[in-house]
Every structure is written in structure tokens, then in C-alpha cells.
């Protein structure tokens, strides 16, 4: 059964920094893309950031491009999203989602094509 558990999200202030965590199991890392998804109420979920399995190979999203970083642990089967200069805007559910796909990153898929989904965990940026 493939599982992602995501945690460390939380109350932040704006500018601060926050590390999320992605936890994945029962899926063969090398072939996914991994990739982090945020929403608020009301709007659709976004895409911001991915990463390959099998090659580290990376995207982000404008809005966040400079100031979050993904990176990976292959050995515990864990994907990072170091999250700096928090803004207002950053406040959402945080989701990390799998997408099979053995290549590189070349864009972020829509929601739609990831095949597994962790339950989300909640940013709030706050003074």
C-alpha cells in the first residue's frame, strides 16, 4: 500500500522559515516524481515544486521560485520542502503527491496526474 505522510507545517511569521516533510512509503522512489501541492478554501489545488526520483531533477513554480527548496532523502524515502521568507500568501494546506514517472522533471503535472496523495498538513502565516 503506498502511504505519503506529510508533517512540519504549523504557524510561521512572515519571513520566517518552515521545513516540511514528506514521508513515502510502499511505492519504488526511483520511478516517481514527487511533487508538493498547496490550497486554500475556495481556490484550486496548486503545483509548486517537484522532484524526480531518479534524478533529483527539480521544478518550482514562479510564486516560490528563490525561496522554497525541494530535495530528497533516498535512503529514508523522505522529500523535503524548506520553505524561506514565508509570505502572507504562502498560508495553505501543504499536499505532497507521487506521479509515476521514471524521468526527469521537465514541468509540474496537474493535480490530476498524481496517482498517490498524502492527507496535507496546514501552513499559517501569522504575526
Known amino acids: 500500500e503506498v502511504q505519503l505522510v506529510e508533517s512540519g507545517g504549523g504557524v510561521v511569521q512572515p519571513g520566517g522559515s518552515l521545513r516540511l516533510s514528506c514521508a513515502a512509503s510502499g511505492l519504488n522512489f526511483e520511478k516517481y516524481h514527487i511533487g508538493w501541492f498547496r490550497q486554500t478554501p475556495g481556490k484550486e489545488r496548486e503545483g509548486i515544486s517537484c522532484i524526480s526520483g531518479s534524478d533529483s531533477s527539480t521544478y518550482y513554480t514562479d510564486s516560490v521560485k528563490g525561496r522554497f527548496t525541494i530535495s530528497k532523502d533516498d535512503a529514508s524515502k523522505m522529500v523535503y520542502l524548506q520553505m524561506n521568507n514565508v509570505k502572507y500568501e504562502d498560508a495553505a494546506m501543504y499536499y505532497c503527491?507521487?506521479?509515476?514517472?521514471?524521468?526527469?522533471?521537465?514541468?509540474?503535472?496537474?493535480?490530476?496526474?498524481?496517482?498517490?496523495w498524502g492527507r496535507g498538513t496546514q501552513v499559517t502565516v501569522s504575526s
Open positions: 503527491a507521487a506521479s509515476w514517472d521514471p524521468g526527469s522533471v521537465a514541468y509540474m503535472r496537474s493535480a490530476l496526474e498524481y496517482d498517490y
